[in-house]
């Protein structure tokens, strides 16, 4: 991830990945037979103005087109994870541009939203200019996740003894190993029995063959950042079977794999780091 002083806006640093992340939504939302509908991802692209442009809608680039695929069935999973349960709270861990208090039906519960301030502020901005309400209790957390998280989420009402949902969708690869334990301790201090977590994994990341071909696929290129300033690739232990052991009840899925049950086909030009990545889902009796 980004050096430990260093914070960043929704156009640099990995606050772009959540900017990309949010023109591959934009780009499902249009195209035929969608997973999931994000009406709030196009405006955030055109408000962000990148440094470098970014799709909204289909286009000629088998790249794009294949992130989008992906970002599709990555969303729609999510999505499943949280409406799948009524736990009373769901906290979004590096939130991004989230836009699922918005676009779910989430009424009666409580919605968190952890991210750095700068990249709140933003689509707080957006989404005031569009009239948007949640369909929920929405409550931002300007914090960094390697700070004192925990204590802006309490302060903010979230109560440890009540059942939560926690979503960790693109956010492990950017993590530095001991960050990544860190998180899952004080996430699992802060279950009580009845929670859910949702998280996405790529096996062995830091292999060669994965990182070369994640350079290779010029996608950093796509957003203006280069890949090796924001993954971190740092041996540690397995989050599956570290939850595993701590009595987590796990589901792990395969991206390729899922995209297939939702009658859909993902396009390969990132190869295993795509279609092997894992999605899953561990619930805490």
């Avoid at 794009?64 to 736990?87: I, Q």
């Avoid at 699922?100 to 502020?121: C, I, K, N, T, W």
Wanted: charged share 25%; hydrophobic share 45%.
């Amino acid at each position: 991830m980004a050096a430990p002083d260093q914070d960043w806006d929704i156009v640099s640093s990995v606050g772009l990945t959540a900017l990309g992340v949010a023109a591959g939504r934009a780009i499902v939302t249009v195209s035929p037979d969608p997973l999931i509908e994000d009406p709030y991802a196009a405006e955030f692209v055109r408000a962000a103005n990148p440094p470098r442009p970014m799709p909204i809608e289909p286009l000629d680039d088998p790249l794009w087109m294949a992130m989008a695929g992906y970002l599709a069935v990555r969303s729609r999973f999510f999505d499943d994870v949280v409406t799948g349960t009524d736990a009373p709270q769901v906290v979004i861990l590096a939130a991004g541009l989230d836009a699922r208090a918005f676009r779910l039906d989430l009424s009666g519960r409580d919605v968190y939203e952890v991210d750095q301030p700068r990249v709140l502020a933003f689509k707080q901005d957006v989404l005031d200019g569009l009239g948007a309400a949640p369909r929920c209790r929405r409550h931002p957390i300007g914090a960094d996740l390697r700070e004192d998280w925990p204590a802006a989420l309490e302060n903010a009402g979230f109560d440890r003894t009540r059942p939560s949902v926690w979503i960790a969708e693109g956010l492990l690869p950017y993590l530095p190993a001991a960050a990544e334990e860190l998180l899952f301790d004080l996430v699992h201090a802060r279950s009580a029995p009845g929670s859910r977590i949702g998280l996405e994994h790529i096996p062995d990341l830091g292999s060669t063959d994965i990182l070369d071909t994640i350079r290779s696929s010029a996608a950093g290129a796509r957003l203006g950042l280069d890949v090796n300033d924001v993954l971190s690739t740092e041996p540690r232990r397995n989050p599956i079977d570290w939850l595993a052991g701590q009595g987590w009840r796990t589901t792990v899925d395969r991206a390729g794999d899922l995209a297939a049950q939702y009658g859909k086909q993902l396009p390969d030009p990132l190869g295993d780091a795509m279609t092997k990545t894992e999605l899953v889902t561990a619930d805490r009796p």
